[in-house]
Each structure stands twice: as C-alpha cells, then as structure tokens.
T-cell receptor
Framework: GDSVTQMEGPVTLSEEAFLTINCTYT??????LFWYVQYPGEGLQLLLK?????DKGSNKGFEATYRKETTSFHLEKGSVQVSDSAVYFC?????????????FGAGTRLAVHP | NAGVTQTPKFQVLKTGQSMTLQCAQD?????MSWYRQDPGMGLRLIHY???????DQGEVPNGYNVSRSTTEDFPLRLLSAAPSQTSVYFC??????????????FGSGTRLTVV
C-alpha cells in the first residue's frame, strides 16, 4: 500500500542553520504531497503542498519540490528560527478502497536553539 | 474564531468505560475525519464522513463509532475503552476529500489515557 517515510528525529539545530528533513513516498498513481507542522500543544497546520511532479510548494521560508523520479518531497529552509521548533509531518493523499485519505509519515521533531 | 473545536482536551478513563469525544466545525466543511496519533506512527485514520448522514471506516476503526447528524458535528464514541486506545485524537475537516487548496483544518486534539 501507499506509505510515507521520514527521517527520524529529533533534529537539533542552531538558529540560522540550514534545515533539510527528508521524505520519500511509495504510491500508485500521482498523489498530492503535503508538509504539515504541529507546534507544541496544537493541532496540525498545513505548511505547504504540491500536486504534481516538479511542483515546488513554499510557505514561511520553507520549500519542498515534488520529485517523481526519486519519489521524494524533502523539506528545506535556509535559515531556521527558534520559532520553527515543532514536529513536521510529510503526507500524501491516497485514493484507495473507495475514499481519499491522508497518509502520514511518523513525524520529525525539530528543536532550534538560540 | 472559525476552525475545528475539540473537547475535552484531556481525559482519563478506566478500562471498560465509554465516552464521546466531541468535534465541531463552523466552516461549513463537507468532509470530516478522526485520526489518532501514536509515537513513531504518525496519524492514522479512524473514521470519516463525506456529509451529514454519511460515515465510513478508515484504517483503524475497531472500538470506535461515529455519526454525523449535522454538517457541524462529528462525535467519536469509544464503546468500551481499552489501554490500546491511549492516544492523542485529532478531528479534521476540509471542503473536499483531498483537502483542496487549503488542506485539512485540524482541531487541537484530545489526549486520552486509558488505565
């Protein structure tokens, strides 16, 4: 079945460091890909999305490019801030068994220190 | 404020007890769903609804019931709580099944402990 694999955390960085969180997927067809962010004590928020190959999603300085050839959707940010500390989830939308659903990776916790 | 409201935020149950987790949204979204979040496993879909009166099972439905009598509300019922149901539960809604351009809107979660 469809699945999403994320790099394990936690990822610990200093402020202004470069961030990469790896995400690869397995899917039949052409799923849409998402990154969600969960701040402490809150629900998930959509960070960015891409709906077809070579699309680049971007928001709040974060970027991810839909790479069909490598089945990847890695999240990057050039200069992280303490306020970026959160758990990041990669997800894909999958149509199977008669319905669409989001399939999530396990999540990667990011801690940014001053 | 517009969004998805979940209650309660925290709950402790004894094994065998039943309870209902509440979820309400005021965005007139057709699609609502329940997920559980467990360490190292991401979020898994429990049940979902594509409109009032229409519900169906997700990937981990056992031990849970849902109903959708109005567009706004989508309660999740635990019939007989078990320790394996200790988890954080999230309700989510969207305009469409795929989330459309805005994705899903999630509630802030209910942390449930079954002892």
């Amino acid at each position: 079945g469809d699945s999403v694999t994320q790099m394990e955390g936690p990822v610990t960085l200093s402020e202004e460091a470069f961030l990469t969180i790896n995400c690869t997927y397995t899917a039949t067809g052409y799923p849409s890909l998402f990154w969600y962010v969960q701040y402490p004590g809150e629900g998930l928020q959509l960070l960015l999305k891409a709906t077809k190959a070579d699309d680049k999603g971007s928001n709040k300085g974060f970027e991810a490019t839909y790479r069909k050839e490598t089945t990847s959707f890695h999240l990057e940010k050039g200069s992280v801030q303490v306020s970026d500390s959160a758990v990041y989830f990669c997800a894909l939308s999958s149509f199977s068994g008669g319905y669409n659903k989001l399939i999530f990776g396990a999540g990667t916790r990011l801690a940014v220190h001053p | 404020n517009a969004g998805v409201t979940q209650t309660p935020k925290f709950q402790v149950l004894k094994t065998g007890q039943s309870m209902t987790l509440q979820c309400a949204q005021d965005m007139n979204h057709e699609y609502m769903s329940w997920y559980r979040q467990d360490p190292g496993m991401g979020l898994r879909l429990i049940h979902y609804s594509v409109g009032a009166g229409i519900t169906d099972q997700g990937e981990v439905p056992n031990g849970y019931n849902v109903s959708r009598s109005t567009t706004e509300d989508f309660p999740l019922r635990l019939l007989s709580a078990a320790p394996s149901q200790t988890s954080v539960y999230f309700c989510a809604s969207s305009y469409t099944r795929t989330g459309g351009s805005y994705g899903y809107t999630f509630g802030s979660g209910t942390r449930l402990t079954v002892v």
